[in-house]
């Protein structure tokens, strides 16, 4: 076996990972807040490549401004579609809920296609080429960038989520949104808050992601490929407390015998 070559297939692989590991947490951070799951979420990572490119290549803004520009782009039209409608949606099947997410995409797509038409593109360069080298291993170096993005966002959220008062008011209300109402926390407004922290993940995971493929209206397929990471996540996660509890029950000493009893049951 070739073991460079497979470092290096490893190391894409990590790369390509982090990207969906990112795209996957917009996904949970709505649901396990509203408790909707929104096939939108590719659609908006496009909205965000698109954004920069607007900024960057069509109004000649700098890349430092071109990127947060797009990443609060992406909050604001979450904020715009929690308001306008998720919310009236409340107390609706969850079908219902899931279908308005599934027309968003398409409403999403067909606003790129009329702004910018149906041919891919490229987004202006920010990342540069320099190879990588990890040992002798070549690593791309947008994927080193971007697996590097995704673990620090990816980090700064699991210490928000345990230290800032929106993180643990998301905690609470993911949990139980009866209790949380019960303690004073502002369940609308979390999920509010959770649209827009989600949209705008998503919008800078476009970015990224466009950055190493380019951009293009079909390029939402890239969170379906996240939704299939968010259920065998999921799935592990549930076979793990499974088989823990499995074992744990069946390590578990039986009641003991009622003294007196015969041995002949």
Do not use: H
Request: charged share 10%; net charge neutral; proline share 5%.
């Amino acid at each position: 076996m070739d073991w460079l070559f497979f470092a290096e297939v490893t190391l894409a692989g990590l790369g390509s990972g982090a990207l969906l590991a990112l795209t996957a947490l917009s996904f949970v951070l709505i649901y396990k807040a509203t408790r909707v799951i929104n096939l939108a979420v590719g659609e908006i990572l496009m909205l965000g490549g698109y954004l920069f490119f607007a900024f960057s290549a069509g109004f000649g803004l700098p890349v430092w401004a071109s990127i947060p520009l797009a990443i609060a782009g992406g909050g604001a039209v979450g904020a715009l579609v929690e308001r306008a409608l998720i919310r009236p949606m409340l107390g609706e099947s969850p079908i219902s809920v899931f279908m308005v997410t599934v027309g968003l995409g398409s409403v999403l797509i067909g606003i790129a296609e009329l702004i910018w038409n149906t041919d891919p593109r490229a987004l202006p360069d920010f990342m540069g080429a320099t190879p990588v080298f990890i040992g002798e291993a070549y690593v791309s170096r947008k994927i080193a960038i971007g697996f590097v993005v995704a673990a620090l966002v990816i980090t700064a959220f699991l210490i928000l989520f345990r230290t800032w008062r929106g993180g643990i008011a998301l905690r609470a209300t993911a949990t139980d949104q009866a209790a949380a109402y019960s303690c004073g926390i502002d369940v609308p407004g979390v999920f509010s808050l959770a649209w827009i922290v989600a949209c705008a993940t998503a919008a800078g995971t476009g970015i990224l992601v466009g950055a190493i493929g380019g951009i293009s209206p079909t390029m939402g397929v890239f969170g379906l490929s996240a939704l299939v990471v968010v259920i065998i996540g999921g799935w592990i996660r549930c076979s793990g407390r499974w088989w823990v509890a499995s074992s744990s029950a069946s390590w578990r000493p039986g009641p003991a015998p009622i003294s007196g009893a015969s041995s002949s049951w």
